[in-house]
């Protein structure tokens, strides 16, 4: 038996609670799920805040996402067997 687990943060800027709705953090939550099952066996892929975005006040929604990806406002993180392998940005 494996394991796949996507996960972003939510609120996603504690200094912002209205960056993300709800709604969208599930919806970015299942994305990286699909993700990490495409990456392999037990795998998880977090979608995290850069360290920019609390600077930003760009919204981040499913629609703009893509946008955003080409700016550092998104880290990813990949763990594999619970130990962090990647962090990076998009």
Same mark, same amino acid.
């Given at each position: 038996m494996t394991c796949s687990i996507g996960w972003t943060p939510y609120p996603w800027?504690?200094? /912002?609670?209205?960056?993300?709705s709800v709604d969208d $953090?599930?919806?970015l939550a299942d994305k990286a799920m699909y993700c990490a099952k495409d990456a392999?066996? #037990?795998k998880s892929i977090g979608l995290l805040p850069s360290p920019? $975005?609390?600077?930003s006040p760009e919204t981040i929604t499913l629609e703009n996402l893509a946008d955003v990806a080409h700016s550092p406002l998104i880290q990813l993180v990949k763990t594999e067997a619970g130990v962090a392998t990647d #962090?990076? /940005?998009?």
């Amino acid at each position: 038996m494996t394991c796949s687990i996507g996960w972003t943060p939510y609120p996603w800027l504690r200094e /912002s609670v209205e960056a993300l709705s709800v709604d969208d $953090a599930i919806k970015l939550a299942d994305k990286a799920m699909y993700c990490a099952k495409d990456a392999g066996r #037990n795998k998880s892929i977090g979608l995290l805040p850069s360290p920019q $975005a609390v600077d930003s006040p760009e919204t981040i929604t499913l629609e703009n996402l893509a946008d955003v990806a080409h700016s550092p406002l998104i880290q990813l993180v990949k763990t594999e067997a619970g130990v962090a392998t990647d #962090n990076w /940005s998009l």
